[in-house]
């Protein structure tokens, strides 16, 4: 399975630098074989080798060149960076990406063979519009998009679910990436308020192929228990 740490705009580099460690470390003693990527902050970013793959939030369709406050792949080549977050909810609704754009950034790492983490969801009054309007909203996400691309992995990540502690039930998880599923054989991770509490129930569902975990990844313990339950999961099947 896929575990993802998406730290967002915490911990300085130093952090960064000790968690990376401490989940390394975590993973080799515990023979643990899960996929587990980490997400920092563009300036805590850093080379890093083992059986955590660190990944960029976020970065511009571009080598170099004049776009203030963006990375290119200059600065991701510099520490051998090949994975990236696209679509994630913060930046379609909070930073303004349209969906035009998240297309043109996922052409472009996909034509550099990037592993690409892409995030779709709903808000709340979407989902309150009832199921029929919530999928028309969320197939307008995969618009433009190489669902059968090799290096893809999809995060359903339910808007409102972000961040405040509400998920949807698990009945409704399974539901929703039974759907997903047919739209691309890529992974499905599940992410929005996964907690240390119910991130084994939500692994253990037939559908979800791993977690997009926020604010419970910042404490090191919680997000390694994930690891640990993903592979528990695993060992039993
Ligand atoms: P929370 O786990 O804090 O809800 O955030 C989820 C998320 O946005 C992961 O990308």
Request: glycine share 8%; aromatic share 8%.
């Amino acid at each position: 399975m896929i575990i993802a740490a998406n730290l967002k705009t915490n911990l300085t580099r130093k952090q960064t630098k000790e968690y990376v460690e401490n989940i390394e470390s975590f993973l080799i003693e515990n023979n643990n074989s899960q996929e587990v990527l980490v997400f920092p902050t563009a300036s805590s970013l850093n080379e890093h080798s083992g059986k955590v793959t660190i990944g960029v939030q976020n970065a511009y369709a571009t080598q170099n060149g004049a776009f203030t406050g963006e990375l290119g792949t200059d600065h991701l080549d510099e520490f051998a960076i090949k994975t990236i977050l696209i679509g994630h909810s913060e930046r379609r609704h909070v930073l303004g990406e349209s969906q035009e754009e998240l297309v043109k950034k996922f052409n472009f790492y996909k034509e550099l063979g990037f592993k690409i983490v892409y995030c779709i969801g709903e808000p709340l009054e979407v989902r309150e519009a009832g199921n029929d309007t919530m999928m028309e909203y969320i197939s307008a996400q995969y618009e433009g998009i190489d669902a059968e691309y090799d290096n893809l992995i999809i995060a359903y990540e339910p808007v409102w679910a972000i961040g405040t502690g509400l998920t949807p039930t698990l009945e409704d998880i399974e539901a929703i990436h039974k759907d997903l599923k047919k739209k691309s054989p890529a992974p499905l991770l599940y992410g929005g308020s996964v907690k240390v509490t119910n991130a084994a129930d939500v692994l253990a569902l037939k559908s979800v192929d791993g977690v997009l975990v926020g604010s419970a990844s910042l404490y090191v313990e919680h997000f390694c228990a994930m690891c640990e339950y993903a592979q528990n999961i695993e060992n039993k099947n």
